[in-house]
């Protein structure tokens, strides 16, 4: 429960279509009879089809005419979109993207690409444009005709993997096939359901699992019945909303004031109206009710229907006769392949090993495991062969042997530092006096350092992706900067602050990143610093989700709304010596993925995504970047010379 706090009222419009006269009119009248509302939100196009209605716009984009209440809109496509928009995406190279809305003018945000909006605690999701094949795989041809990129697309993937409740998507395109299993005597007239919509809004709906869906572009509205989640209690609601001012009296505005999921109770969030209806995008679902009534289902039959159908609406590989729904058959349980496991446990009636007892490990290639082959070939980042689902995928004790368990063999043979059996686990060794990072080290070049603390220090990297590239490290050997101690931690902080503000200064975002392996060597923890021009900024939450996607996993995302819950979450995740690779972009939000033992990940995968971001992907390696110690002399001196002002410890 909300405590008896009130709920946040928000306003959602259809297409706007340069009508930003008429639009505000109605907020005004709106907010006056019914108000105060806290926001409005604007799905489908925003801008004209007409040249002649940009004139009308430009008074509100040049700050002349006001905006009388917070409004934001995805619709950047139409006549006249990229010359109004262009000072709004130059602000937004300057100062880095936010997934909070680039700011137009007082009151007007622009939701470029997409993400997650936090307004008054409601979560809310967004892809802005629409689907244009032609440029679904390249950014600038998709900021330029206001399509979706791919990239922004992945990152609503990855989005839809956390664990938080979205409460509202929202997404220009109706998703294709939202009729389905709804009351047919409620279509909207005039639109062919059948073949009206998206597939990309469609699968994303169904990953997200918003408590509101809201779209527009096809003129009409459209209040469609809750439907179940699969996979969840609460259920969705989709209403398209017809275009602002139009003659055919079709409602364009619709209000609504929903408590945040994050305040609800439990009980309260699973409740179900009566006319509520399986999942539109499930296996079955074009069954629809004709009989122009409304119908009480059976919710524990939907339950049942979602339950069996979820984990093979895309993926479904059975051929002939279709496999009784009261047994999986020999269908292959895809939440398993894809995340090592299976919230149903051994209730789940789709398979989990291989038959043989040897259970599918995370990673295998899905293709591969169903059906017997995989058109990628030895092309294919995923796993085909039974050999690398040995071992190795059970998970070891610290000071493992990873060659040795992988491949069945150790080049190093007897003089291996780590352990070739299960029975004689060994622990870590002690911090090695031949440790690079440890200030106290005779090993330590201490040309590349450029700041000392109290507890941490600051040093330029060894083959430095681009100048300005650093690294924080603690003073004291520790693993890793998630088990920093408090004092160490207070100081990085610091540390991370000031190289913030001076890249900021040089018309640059920073990104962090940490690639934590238990190794009984011992690691010492240290934090990579890469700059980045702003222009790039909003590349990289994209970037790393569909490299990390290529590479076979995912990220949790947690946004740093309360750095202090950020970092709770964090330790939640990783803490405990728990193996993990971590990105912070510029605006604070962390990509965090926990390592299973035997998991692999490229050793430089940071260091490739944001050498691919930069344009430079030779770079990917650090050992084609050395130096001689002349060189890093020289950018030692000059970041020294730049940090100066910013440096937490003079």
Partial sequence: MNGGKQAPRILVFGDVLGRLDALFKRVQSVNKSNGPFDAALCVGQFFPEDERWVEGMEGYFTGEKPVPLPTYFIGDYGEGANSLLAPARKTALDLGFSMGGIPVCDNLFYLKGSGILNLKGLRIAYLS???????????????????????????????????????????????????????????????????????????????LKPRYHFAGSEGVFYAREPYINPDSTHVTRFIGVGAVGNDKKQKFAHALAPTPASEMSPLDLAARPTNTTPSPYIKGAHNKSTTGTTQKRDVSQMDKANEENVQHWRYDTSQGKRQKRNDGGDRVCFEFVKQGSCSRGETCKFKHDLGNGVPIPKGACFDFVTKGRCEKGADCRFKHSLEDWGPAEKALPPGSCFDFFRKGQCERGSECRFSHSLDDPRPPRAPPSACWFCLSSPNIETHLVVSVGDHCYCAIAKGPLCPGHVLILPIEHQPSIVSLPSDAELELDKYKHSIRECFKKQGKATIFFERYLQLRAGTHAHLQAVPIPLSMASLALSSFVSSAKEVGFSFEVIHQDNDNEAKQRLKELVGGGVNYFIVELHEGTLLVHPLPQGEKLPMQFGREVLAKILGTPERGDWKQCKLDVSEETALADQFKEQFQEFDPMP
């Fill in 129 to 207: 444009g629409r689907y244009i094949p032609d440029v679904y795989q390249n950014a600038r041809g998709a900021e330029a005709s206001g399509g979706h990129f791919e990239d922004d697309v992945d990152a609503l993937r990855a989005i839809a993997d956390d664990k938080e409740i979205t409460d509202i998507f929202l997404s220009n395109e109706w998703p294709l096939g939202v009729h389905n299993a709804a009351d047919s005597s409620s279509d909207p007239n005039g639109i062919d359901l059948a073949s009206t919509g998206s597939d990309i809004a469609a699968e994303l709906a169904s990953l």
